[in-house]
């Protein structure tokens, strides 16, 4: 049985007609078009699919669309502009940390709420923040130089 989800995404008011039980990935992708996050492992454990459910890191593989009624989602494509990127979409370019790319909203939008919280994240809570997630293309080096740069505490 379907139902009217009303969401947020990225500032914009959005509402899908869906299976409550359906997929926030699903939804996010196919209904409304976004092409980040991604579907990687769908069982909540490589991190592509990571989104924020209002503010929080949440895996949309394994999210319910019907647990986020009314909440305000964000992708990486929501976390800043090409004018006024985030700090660390501006940082992952300095640091050349995109390789295949296809990782990239796990790591940001897990970096992003850990820097929201932890403005001067030592490397262990850093390393703690970013447990977990999956780069395939070895990338995890450039991307612990990204978010310690978008928080200032290397150059």
Same mark, same amino acid.
């Given at each position: 049985?379907?139902? #009217?989800?009303?969401?947020?995404?990225?500032?914009?008011?959005?509402?899908?007609?869906?299976?409550?039980?359906?997929?926030?990935?699903? /939804?996010? #992708?196919s209904d409304l078009g976004r092409d980040n996050?991604?579907?990687?492992?769908?069982? /909540?454990?490589?991190? +592509?699919?990571?989104?924020?459910?209002?503010?929080?890191?949440?895996?949309?593989? !394994?999210?319910?669309?019907?647990?986020?009624?009314?909440?305000? !989602?964000?992708?990486?494509?929501?976390?800043?502009?090409?004018?006024?990127?985030?700090?660390?979409?501006? /940082?992952?370019?300095?640091?050349?940390?995109?390789?295949?790319?296809?990782?990239?909203?796990?790591?940001?939008?897990? +970096? /992003?709420?850990?820097? #929201?919280?932890?403005?001067?994240?030592?490397?262990?809570? !850093?390393?703690?923040?970013? +447990?977990?997630?999956?780069?395939?293309?070895?990338?995890?080096?450039? !991307?612990? #130089? +990204?978010?310690?740069?978008?928080?200032?505490?290397?150059?």
């Open positions: 049985m379907t139902q #009217r989800i009303r969401l947020v995404v990225d500032g914009n008011r959005a509402e899908v007609d869906a299976d409550p039980a359906m997929p926030l990935l699903y /939804a996010l #992708r996050p991604k579907f990687g492992c769908g069982l /909540a454990q490589c991190g +592509a699919c990571t989104v924020h459910v209002d503010g929080r890191p949440a895996r949309s593989c !394994i999210t319910p669309v019907g647990a986020v009624n009314g909440k305000k !989602i964000t992708t990486l494509t929501g976390l800043g502009t090409p004018e006024k990127p985030h700090p660390l979409q501006a /940082a992952w370019v300095a640091e050349q940390v995109p390789q295949c790319g296809y990782c990239t909203s796990g790591w940001m939008m897990t +970096a /992003a709420a850990l820097l #929201r919280d932890t403005p001067k994240p030592s490397d262990k809570q !850093i390393r703690q923040a970013l +447990a977990g997630l999956k780069c395939r293309c070895g990338t995890h080096m450039a !991307i612990l #130089r +990204a978010v310690k740069r978008a928080a200032g505490t290397t150059a």
